[in-house]
């Protein structure tokens, strides 16, 4: 019955983003009259009966004798219709002037709104192969991308190879690129882990090439190259919580490892920002600090 909370939760998202109840109702083959009453009086009512104590079967028929026009076999067996078509709707584009009078952040919105829409045929677990800071090493970690629970986003989790886990969201623009966000320290210190993945034109690919965002240990800046690798089209968090990040030795690596590794993992694949000993504050604390980064190349 999780599914009515979920699709509540949605029509509200919805009706928040200026969609209303009869065009909505138009899209889900519902009667406005019978969505109103699921959503006003049906699922609220279904919600307290639950929180007194009753069970699920007894919750729902008690909400369901304040209404004439809602059948149960109907939205029982319609429910799972009802959610996905719920997920797929498009949200309005917002004022061009956006939140606060921001469009950045308008966009953003919108970017979200469609990962509902156009994720699905990325969802599933990954492999990611990257640099790796602590010498000639291939940095492996899972990555989880799948539609939130509650249908309303887009979210992406990831292990990383020092056991840490981050749970983010997916954003994406029409057909072109992937972005997925994390926060890489927990609140409320904000770290943008920020990666760029390019969609090739092909149907469900095996891969997916990208950059990356982050900080290193001395909270410098550095972008890397980041290969999504799909294991399965699997979403289940708990079986993607066992999974581990790791580093594997270039001397251990396989033949297709090695191919991985060359494309990830030479000094044209990584860009980065160092700290200055003494800086004056002129140009010629450009070249010394491209000068400690030759000296150091990863």
């Given at each position: 019955?999780?599914?009515?909370?979920?699709?509540?939760?949605?029509?509200?998202?919805?009706?928040?983003?200026?969609?209303?109840?009869?065009?909505?109702?138009?899209?889900?083959?519902?009667?406005?009259?019978?969505?109103?009453?699921?959503?006003?009086?049906?699922?609220?009512?279904?919600?307290?009966?639950?929180?007194?104590?009753?069970?699920?079967?007894?919750?729902?028929?008690?909400?369901?004798?304040?209404?004439?026009?809602?059948?149960?076999?109907?939205?029982?067996?319609?429910?799972?219709?009802?959610?996905?078509?719920?997920?797929?709707?498009?949200?309005?584009?917002?004022?061009?002037?956006?939140?606060?009078?921001?469009?950045?952040?308008?966009?953003?919105?919108?970017?979200?709104?469609?990962?509902?829409?156009?994720?699905?045929?990325?969802?599933?677990?990954?492999?990611?192969?990257?640099?790796?800071?602590?010498?000639?090493?291939?940095?492996?970690?899972?990555?989880?991308?799948?539609?939130?629970?509650?249908?309303?986003?887009?979210?992406?989790?990831?292990?990383?190879?020092?056991?840490?886990?981050?749970?983010?969201?997916?954003?994406?623009?029409?057909?072109?690129?992937?972005?997925?966000?994390?926060?890489?320290?927990?609140d409320p210190q904000l770290s943008l882990f920020y990666i760029?993945?390019?969609?090739?034109?092909?149907?469900?690919?095996?891969?997916l090439r990208g950059l990356y965002l982050c900080l290193d240990?001395?909270?410098?800046?550095i972008a890397r190259r980041i290969l999504f690798v799909r294991?399965?089209?699997?979403?289940?968090?708990?079986?993607?919580?066992?999974?581990?990040?790791?580093?594997?030795?270039?001397?251990?690596?396989?033949?297709?490892?090695?191919?991985?590794?060359?494309?990830?993992?030479?000094?044209?694949?990584?860009?980065?920002?160092?700290?200055?000993?003494?800086?004056?504050?002129?140009?010629?604390?450009?070249?010394?600090?491209?000068?400690?980064?030759?000296?150091?190349?990863?």
């Open positions: 019955m999780e599914a009515l909370k979920q699709v509540y939760e949605r029509i509200s998202f919805l009706r928040d983003n200026g969609i209303k109840m009869k065009d909505i109702a138009a899209r889900t083959g519902f009667s406005p009259s019978v969505l109103s009453a699921l959503y006003s009086t049906v699922i609220p009512e279904y919600e307290k009966n639950l929180q007194q104590g009753e069970d699920q079967e007894e919750a729902l028929d008690h909400a369901l004798i304040l209404v004439n026009n809602v059948s149960r076999k109907k939205l029982m067996a319609s429910l799972p219709s009802l959610l996905s078509t719920l997920a797929t709707m498009d949200v309005p584009a917002l004022p061009h002037k956006g939140y606060f009078g921001n469009p950045f952040l308008s966009a953003i919105g919108q970017g979200m709104a469609a990962a509902v829409k156009g994720i699905e045929p990325f969802c599933g677990t990954y492999l990611s192969y990257s640099i790796s800071s602590n010498g000639k090493k291939l940095k492996i970690e899972p990555y989880l991308l799948a539609m939130a629970d509650n249908g309303l986003y887009a979210e992406a989790f990831h292990n990383n190879a020092y056991g840490a886990q981050h749970q983010g969201a997916v954003l994406m623009n029409g057909a072109s690129h992937i972005y997925i966000c994390f926060n890489e320290f927990q760029c993945l390019k969609i090739p034109m092909y149907d469900r690919p095996p891969f240990y001395n909270h410098n800046p294991q399965s089209s699997s979403t289940d968090r708990e079986s993607f919580r066992k999974m581990q990040g790791f580093m594997k030795d270039f001397d251990q690596l396989d033949e297709d490892e090695r191919k991985i590794y060359d494309y990830t993992c030479t000094e044209a694949d990584s860009i980065r920002l160092c700290n200055i000993p003494s800086p004056q504050m002129d140009y010629g604390d450009l070249q010394q600090e491209k000068a400690i980064l030759r000296e150091n190349p990863k």
